[in-house]
């Protein structure tokens, strides 16, 4: 094993490629693994997918996501059920435990954040059987809190924690992702629980750039090149038990722009300098 | 007391106005206080801005602001307790006994957020004493997360609670802004604590605005316009026994190019509907 062996290419990060280009780049760049995401899987098929990653010798780290389970109403309810259901399925058929859920914001005109987190803990006890037949993790990603209104009411890694403390660590686990916890007070208490719990099924990591883009959900960047320090949190997630692979998730149009080799290589070296050194 | 007797215009709101015309459009509305901001008070003078005030009939409910404490080098710090000194002394002249304190961000290319934090702790024990002397508290306003890097690395009301601890609940104290920390699971946890302790020095009213402005700062919005439930919020903040002032304290471009007339009655109407009913 290389020193790339936790390294992860979630296929974000290069989303100018399509499936095939994106597992090539990341088997010829010597990693180990990919995230990946639904739309890019539908596009060749479940099975031409899962085929794709084995033929590169590649394993799945996360499937990219579920969630958007805050629907009030009944046909939205039903649909958010199919939807996850099909992901889990695609999840167990790609070969990875990992289906990361985005839970999902405030219906359109609707400012009651404290049902809506009611409705995210309701889906997810509907949900755990069929994680549980699948062999699939659902995995709660608290989104930072700027999106807490319009993509998901989790917000904090304690608040994961909390929705998850009914069920097995088997069942219902969390992903840390640095851009969206690395600004909480509390972090090291609530990583320390997520790994005394069993939870922590993914470490993402990406850089918080300033200022925030236009699109915020763009605002992610390249380690290195923003506000975050890597090497506290990557030392809290290592002591707290986290043995798995490392996710490199960056959503930024520049990025998407910049030949996918260049970004590919610039990943690697940023991580080899800021995350490498703080996994021991 | 008019149904306006809690009400307070921070003169941030109307920021096209100087001081004179703020403090008469808030007397003609029928408020009974305004929120401060220095550069206003320092355009007239401190003697002046106090009678403008007193003239008005009004009182002052907080003034806005010190902070700005996260320097590392000795001669940032020294400037910043000058700064802080100076503005303790101007609240106290102006009759307010609540300096709020937004903390300040990362110095520019450090990362180090811990640290930040840190040093946020020690200024706050070296300005105490003076505070003290003046009779004014230090009201600790934790930002919402997304300006945990830039503006104040205070970033949930539970760790503003924590800096202040070591304090009475007179010398140093929090401000709940609305905009600040809707998002927060642990909100009822943290304002229960404020009350239970003493500290809650104000409560601060506006709406968080989406799609985030281009400049993030600005995406204060009027009560009403945005996604924030106002009910559950002022019903913490009075359950844990707060009775003094709201403020509205709306930066946003929009209502700043708005007549001010027009703005007062709109906070009037919007107070009136979705945070007086809420204030038992």
Chains 1, 2 share one sequence.
Not at 190 to 201: C, F, N, S, T
């Amino acid at each position: 094993m290389t020193d790339l062996g936790r390294l992860s290419l979630n296929i974000a990060t290069t989303k100018k490629l399509n499936l095939a280009e994106a597992v090539d780049g990341a088997a010829r760049a010597g990693l180990p693994a990919v995230g990946l995401w639904r739309d890019r899987v539908h596009e060749v098929g479940l099975d031409g997918a899962a085929k794709l990653v084995r033929d590169a010798g590649l394993r799945v780290s996360t499937l990219c996501r579920g969630g958007f389970l805050t629907a009030a109403d009944p046909a939205g309810i039903e649909a958010a059920m199919e939807d996850n259901r099909a992901a889990l399925d695609e999840a167990a058929a790609l070969g990875t435990d990992s289906l990361v859920m985005v839970v999902g914001g405030l219906p359109e005109g609707d400012v009651d954040l404290a049902a809506a987190r009611r409705r995210v803990a309701d889906r997810i006890a509907d949900l755990v059987p069929h994680a549980r037949d699948r062999g699939v993790r659902l995995v709660l990603e608290p989104l930072h809190p700027m999106y807490a209104a319009d993509r998901a009411v989790i917000s904090t890694l304690e608040q994961a924690l909390d929705l998850a403390a009914p069920y097995p660590a088997d069942e219902v686990a969390v992903v840390v992702d640095t851009f969206h916890v690395f600004w909480d007070p509390a972090l090291p208490r609530a990583v320390e629980r997520a790994g005394r719990e069993g939870r922590i099924a993914s470490y993402q990591v990406c850089d918080f750039n300033l200022p925030i883009a236009a699109d915020a959900l763009l605002s992610r960047g390249m380690m290195g090149d923003g506000v975050i320090d890597f090497a506290p949190i990557t030392r809290m997630v290592t002591q707290a038990g986290y043995t798995g692979d490392i996710e490199v998730e960056i959503f930024n149009a520049e990025l998407w722009d910049t030949p996918a080799e260049s970004v590919l290589q610039t990943t690697i070296d940023r991580y080899r300098t800021l995350i490498l050194p703080h996994l021991h």
